[in-house]
């Protein structure tokens, strides 16, 4: 795995906010050093395993466990498919299948041009909004095929223009 | 000068004052701040009613307020008026001006936003009136819908923080007593008596003992300790206190699924302003009790819900459960005495020290006392946030509270507890929902999941679901977990896809046997409940599924087939355009056929059709 992004302190920056730090705070660090970069780069895990004083393998081995952390250079934007059970029987698979569908990607995976991730979750737990679909973060309830067909096409247009 | 509280009385007059406050104020618009709410407008709303306030000028006689969850998140954005307490549903933007002159200025009643009854079209006006609500008990969620859940000065003037006042007085033994009377048993699924687990806590050698909030809230379709978080954070590290008073502890930290950003915001704001008036850190409220608490974001893994995986995941490992001959409450987080409670649980506890533990009994049932909040989801028309006492069937909580299924459609089944709970069908609907009828009957109660699942709901593929969701969280530790889940995920494939045979489902139940025999933890040996319950309750439908090749509730798709009714339909076209594969041919106000050739079955035209005219056969 070869990471040509330089992290130019970004990683330092982070890892300031942590003066008191202990292995303990290595998932809290992870969450902070993806909120920078959108993915965690191989040099910023290195950096994090320096700074906690943990092996190398410790830190990767973390980054790669959870499913919340991505290894790999990730979409500007992020579509969310909730599959929760309750979005479930009101329809979310098909509206993933819709997604991939259109969007020619599978979930997990980024366009090649880093525009959009497709990817779904297990339960964000606003249950009662089924099915729903979270892009950049921010929540749509009681998704249609069609309005999400229309989401993703705006979100997609407006990279385009200049 | 120092907003410390330096002593009991100096909390009283911070109460006084915050009382007073928001006493002066003759009108209070509470919005609904909760996810759901936020997730369909209401901040949106917020300032469009803050507007109309400025506007009007009238900002010395109403407050607004951004308040934790109502509960009835599907009818969001709510809007409550008090003192009145109507209750607007689905308020958008162009709605406030209206409110704001109509009811509020004018005191007139806006019947189209009132919540309509699905099931009697009746428009109520109070929250007490509604069917969703008039059959719940209120304990946990009492105050959620009050305070601002930003706001300290909320919670105090509504009564926070007189429950570790009462604590202190009582003295640490005498609250262990109270907990373990109260018969509080832990509400995130395992059910737990919370006292015994304090008590072994309090006990074990240590020099430091840590105590754990749960709040990596995995279950799909269950949102329970999200809405208490983001709506009361306050409650939570009250009951941590008290808690951390009675086991001597003098750090806390609430694991918190990353999934919640709303939570863990509102959280950590709570502990920063309890930090500030000295309701967390060193000599508490002038006492001897010193605690104070870190919030730590969980990774995204449903496994770290069990407590040992937790500890591992706190340490800053990856989140693998191991073997607990020890318990966790004498060796825990980094090898000491640990207490781990989920937030519903700690919830509780402010509630028991302040009415005492008789009260708390006189709530549900003798082995399952108190409330309970569920998640009432799916299939259902009212659905939400409900808290009701343990006890009360579940066609009461489905059909009274939840108002039955939507569309005139039949009930199928309910699944409680979780990927380790079962689905339950309609002739096991009056039994009592509490700790331990329901594992009799092959499901759990569990954290408070209940997902009603109505006819067009295929069982064999909800087993299926659950079986992926559990194959890909598994830790892989295990063999029998980690390779049998997929193993059994892959025969159920078989079985919706038209390859399953009798034999088929006898392999299943011969995998699932060894799978929960042989699965160190708990998300291994309860990973074959949702199979098995819907084996023991719903086998002519996976017979159907492999006898046949049918799949009864049309929902496999290489079961069934799209058609159209030429009786139906009335040629409008609009499947024909939305069709991703045109494969829906015919002339403008002329019958359409499908070409099962083209068809990918992705159900685009079943939707969108006005007059039911797709079959699915």
Not at chain 1, 96 to 111: F, K, N, V, Y
Request: overall charge negative; proline content about 4%; glycine content about 12%.
């Amino acid at each position: 795995m070869s990471d040509i992004q330089t992290t130019d302190g970004r990683v330092a920056a982070v890892l300031a906010g942590y003066p008191q730090h202990g292995p303990g705070d290595l998932v809290n660090i992870l969450h902070d050093l993806q909120a920078e970069f959108r993915h965690l780069p191989e040099e910023a895990l290195q950096e994090t395993a320096a700074y906690l004083e943990l092996p190398r393998a410790q830190v990767y081995g973390v980054a790669t466990f959870y499913h919340g952390f991505h290894t790999e250079p990730r979409g500007e934007h992020t579509c969310t498919v909730c599959m929760g059970t309750a979005c479930h029987v009101r329809g979310a698979p098909r509206l993933l299948e819709q997604l991939e569908r259109d969007t020619g990607i599978a979930a997990g995976d980024t366009t090649p041009d880093l525009s959009l991730t497709v990817e779904e979750v297990s339960c964000v737990g606003a249950c009662a909004l089924g099915p729903l679909v979270l892009i950049d973060g921010e929540y749509h309830g009681h998704m249609t095929g069609e309005r999400l067909s229309r989401l993703v096409e705006d979100l997609l247009d407006k990279e385009e223009r200049p | 000068m120092s907003t410390r509280l330096a002593d009991p009385r100096a909390l009283g007059h911070r109460r006084g004052a915050a009382v007073a406050a928001r006493a002066t104020h003759d009108k209070v618009i509470a919005v609904c701040g909760g996810t759901g709410c936020r997730a369909q407008g209401a901040m949106k709303v917020f300032a469009a009613l803050a507007a109309e306030m400025d506007a009007h000028g009238t900002d010395a006689t109403v407050a607004m307020r951004a308040t934790g969850c109502h509960g009835f998140c599907e009818r969001g954005p709510l809007v409550l008026l008090l003192p009145e307490g109507v209750l607007y549903q689905h308020v958008k933007v162009e709605d406030a001006a209206e409110i704001f002159e109509k009811t509020l200025l004018g005191g007139e009643v806006l019947e189209r936003l009132l919540c309509e009854d699905p099931a009697t079209g009746l428009r109520h006006r109070t929250e007490q009136e509604m069917p969703f609500y008039h059959h719940q008990q209120r304990v946990v969620l009492s105050d959620t819908g009050q305070l601002d859940p930003t706001s300290i000065d909320d919670y105090i003037a509504l009564g926070g923080y007189s429950a570790l006042v009462r604590a202190l007085e009582m003295g640490p033994e005498a609250v262990l007593e109270e907990v373990k009377r109260s018969g509080l048993r832990g509400r995130g699924g395992a059910g737990f008596p919370a006292g015994r687990k304090w008590e072994a806590c309090r006990h074990a050698q240590g020099d430091l003992r840590y105590v754990v909030c749960n709040a990596d809230e995995g279950d799909p379709g269950a949102f329970m300790d999200r809405s208490i978080l983001e709506g009361n954070p306050h409650c939570v590290l009250e009951g941590m206190t008290i808690g951390a008073l009675a086991m001597g502890a003098r750090e806390g930290y609430v694991y918190v699924r990353q999934e919640y950003p709303l939570a863990v915001e509102h959280l950590s704001a709570a502990i920063e302003r309890s930090r500030e008036l000295g309701l967390l850190g060193d000599g508490i409220l002038g006492s001897e009790l010193t605690f104070d608490v870190r919030v730590s974001r969980g990774g995204g893994a449903f496994v770290c819900g069990e407590a040992s995986a937790m500890m591992a995941s706190l340490e800053g490992r990856r989140g693998v459960p191991h073997r607990r001959l020890i318990h966790l409450s004498e060796h825990g987080l980094w090898g000491r005495p640990t207490n781990v409670n989920n937030v519903e649980t700690w919830a509780n506890v402010p509630h028991i020290l302040l009415r005492g533990a008789d009260w708390f009994r006189s709530i549900g049932t003798e082995g399952s006392t108190g409330t309970k909040i569920f998640s009432l989801v799916g299939m259902v028309n009212n659905t939400g946030l409900v808290e009701v006492p343990m006890g009360m069937t579940l066609r009461q909580i489905i059909f009274d509270t939840g108002g039955g299924i939507p569309g005139g459609k039949a009930f199928k089944a309910v699944q409680t507890g979780g990927p380790s709970g079962g689905c339950l069908p309609a002739d096991k609907l009056d039994l009592p929902v509490d700790f331990d009828t329901l594992v009799a009957e092959g499901s759990m109660m569990g954290s408070g999941g209940m997902i009603v699942m109505d006819e067009e709901t295929c069982m064999v593929d909800v087993a299926k679901y659950f079986l992926r969701f559990l194959a890909s969280e598994s830790c892989g530790n295990c063999t029998s977990c980690r390779d049998g889940l997929t193993i059994l995920h892959d025969l159920l494939g078989d079985i919706t896809e038209g390859r399953g045979t009798r034999e088929t489902i006898a392999l299943v139940e011969q995998v699932a046997d060894t799978v929960e025999a042989t699965s160190l933890c708990a998300l291994g040996t309860s990973a074959v409940n949702p199979v098995l319950s819907t084996l023991r309750y719903f086998r002519d439908e996976y017979l159907a599924h492999v006898d046949d090749k049918r799949c009864p509730a049309g929902v496999c798709k290489a079961l069934i087939s799209f058609s159209i009714d030429a009786e139906l339909c009335n040629g409008c076209m609009l499947c024909a355009r939305r069709c991703p594969q045109d494969a829906v041919a015919g002339e403008r106000k002329q019958p359409h056929t499908i070409d099962q050739e083209l068809c990918i079955k992705c159900g685009i035209c079943k939707d969108v059709c006005k007059r039911d005219a797709v079959l699915v056969q």
